[in-house]
């Protein structure tokens, strides 16, 4: 706690960095995978080869992607860049998955009586679908928050990562309050930002919650 405090303002720097590097590829990811997870969701085959190459791709260590990327693309192996491509294909990935399966949870007839009164399918997808999915889409994308802050540490091992720069600057000083430090603040982060996802999800929920208190306001009632 020491290092931590006494220098504060230096781990805070790299923590916005670490936060550029976390939520920038998320963001990249839900512009991808909203509308094809959408596009995908009505089409069997599609679907299959979109979640196999989904699943297949989140199997690659994030150190092996690290170490590809540079190459293929004409980037340095340090450019931050090399880290935000690298979790875009993680976050992508995982809300290639999630964005079907939470449509999928829109009741038939809801969906049927939006097709009745003349919604066309894109009109149905983001007014109908899409926000009545939230709620479920939601608990997958608290997980890819929490999984790119904490693969974003992973970058130290190339020369970039935010606070992942404790742990290797700690393992090769031998001076453990470097590290404890890291992980007091990446944990901090993986709270917060995961806490700060479902309450924004909540509060673009209101039925949800409406919901949840019908029943104890009867049982306080009665």
Same mark, same amino acid.
């Given at each position: 706690?020491?290092?931590?405090? +006494?220098?504060?303002?230096?781990?805070?720097?790299?923590?916005?960095?670490?936060?550029?590097?976390?939520?920038?590829?998320?963001?990249?990811?839900?512009?991808?995978?909203?509308?094809?997870? /959408? @596009?995908?969701?009505?089409?069997?085959?599609?679907?299959?080869?979109?979640?196999?190459?989904?699943?297949?791709?989140?199997?690659?260590?994030?150190? /092996?992607?690290?170490?590809?990327?540079?190459?293929?693309?004409?980037?340095?192996?340090?450019?931050?860049?090399?880290?935000?491509?690298?979790? #875009?294909?993680?976050?992508?990935?995982?809300?290639?998955?999630?964005?079907?399966?939470?449509?999928? #949870?829109?009741?038939?007839?809801?969906? +049927?009586?939006?097709?009745?009164?003349?919604?066309?399918?894109?009109?149905?997808?983001?007014?109908?679908?899409?926000? @009545?999915?939230?709620?479920?889409?939601?608990?997958?994308?608290?997980?890819?928050?929490?999984?790119?802050?904490?693969?974003?540490?992973?970058?130290?091992?190339?020369?970039?990562?935010?606070?992942?720069?404790?742990?290797?600057?700690?393992?090769?000083? +031998?001076?453990?309050?470097?590290?404890?430090?890291?992980?007091?603040?990446?944990?901090?982060?993986?709270?917060?930002?995961?806490? @700060?996802?479902?309450?924004?999800?909540?509060?673009?929920?209101?039925?949800?919650?409406?919901?949840?208190?019908?029943?104890? #306001?009867?049982?306080?009632?009665?």
């Amino acid at each position: 706690m020491t290092y931590l405090i +006494d220098n504060f303002a230096d781990i805070m720097a790299i923590t916005r960095e670490h936060l550029v590097l976390a939520l920038v590829p998320l963001l990249l990811g839900l512009l991808i995978a909203v509308p094809v997870g /959408a @596009l995908i969701r009505g089409n069997g085959l599609a679907r299959k080869i979109t979640t196999t190459a989904s699943s297949l791709a989140y199997t690659i260590p994030s150190l /092996a992607l690290f170490v590809i990327i540079p190459p293929l693309v004409g980037l340095s192996a340090i450019d931050p860049l090399n880290v935000v491509i690298a979790l #875009t294909v993680y976050s992508t990935a995982l809300l290639l998955i999630a964005v079907p399966s939470a449509l999928d #949870t829109v009741p038939a007839e809801v969906a +049927d009586a939006a097709d009745a009164i003349g919604f066309g399918r894109l009109r149905r997808t983001l007014t109908v679908d899409l926000p @009545l999915a939230l709620p479920v889409f939601v608990s997958s994308l608290r997980v890819v928050v929490v999984t790119n802050i904490a693969m974003v540490s992973v970058g130290a091992l190339i020369g970039v990562g935010g606070l992942g720069k404790l742990f290797t600057q700690g393992y090769q000083r +031998d001076y453990p309050d470097q590290i404890i430090a890291g992980i007091i603040v990446t944990l901090a982060l993986a709270l917060i930002f995961d806490r @700060l996802v479902f309450a924004l999800g909540r509060l673009a929920t209101p039925w949800v919650r409406a919901g949840t208190r019908g029943p104890k #306001t009867a049982r306080t009632a009665s």
